[in-house]
């Protein structure tokens, strides 16, 4: 299994453009989500997924999109990038559907910069 | 509403002396509690969790957190510190409340010298 991929692992933008940040996971998990990871901050939720067809606001959510049309897929669509976005930004799964006993499975992380 | 806070941002240890790392975490519900392990330009690994079964919950690596009801605590501890500990640890609290989300804490970074 090929776990939780991301793509890409650095990507610099300028402030306007707009762009897809894919994650894609391979173990059949119900639960998807995505989170971003600022300095001092630790990591923060932006949206999730409890499944194909259902996703929900995290904690920062403005100026992100998601959709969820298959299990394996979650993609994060920045709109109009800006310089408060840059980030780090995680993609995350685990295989119950919101249970928070559950374990998360970690992608290896996007780079983002917006200039 | 759930919380959590890791007391400390930084902690340097010698190789072969004990760490801890400490958590503090609020929460309306029976929690779950979690610490991961994120070495430099890595994703993040799950080291242990305590979700309300037995108190003292052992992880990989020879790490082991002890949760305190009373205390609200969670902290983290390894006998002896070892080079490849060198990474940053997360304190994570999920629990029922508002759907599924799960809050981070701030990180600790831990420094272990030779």
């Known amino acids: 299994n090929a776990g939780v991929t991301q793509t890409p692992k650095f990507q610099v933008l300028k402030t306007g453009q707009s762009m897809t940040l894919q994650c894609a996971q391979d173990?059949?998990?119900?639960?998807m989500s995505w989170y971003r990871q600022d300095p001092g901050m630790g990591l923060r939720l932006i949206h999730y997924?409890?499944?194909?067809?259902?996703?929900d606001q995290g904690e920062v959510p403005n100026g992100y999109n998601v959709s969820r049309s298959t299990t394996e897929d979650f993609p994060l669509r920045l709109l109009s990038a800006a310089p408060s976005q840059t980030s780090v930004y995680f993609c995350?799964?685990?295989?119950?559907?919101?249970?928070?006993?559950?374990?998360?499975?970690f992608g290896p992380g996007t780079r983002l910069t917006v200039l | 509403a759930q919380s959590v806070t890791q007391l400390d941002s930084h902690v340097s240890v010698s190789e072969g002396t004990p760490v801890l790392l400490r958590c503090n975490y609020s929460?309306?519900?029976?929690?779950?509690l979690f610490w991961y392990v994120q070495h430099p330009n890595k994703g993040l690994q799950l080291l242990l969790k305590?979700?309300?079964?037995?108190?003292l919950v052992k992880g990989i690596n020879g790490f082991e957190a002890e949760f305190k009801k009373s205390e609200t605590s969670f902290h983290l501890t390894k006998p002896s510190a070892h080079m490849s500990d060198a990474a940053e640890y997360f304190c994570v609290v999920s629990d029922q409340s508002g759907g599924f989300k799960t809050i981070f804490g701030a990180g600790t970074r831990l420094f272990v010298k030779a």
């Open positions: 305590y979700t309300s079964a037995a108190t």
């Open positions: 173990m059949n998990h119900e639960y």
């Open positions: 929460s309306s519900y029976s929690p779950s």
């Open positions: 995350a799964s685990s295989y119950g559907s919101g249970m928070n006993t559950d374990t998360q499975y």
């Open positions: 997924s409890v499944g194909a067809g259902i996703t």
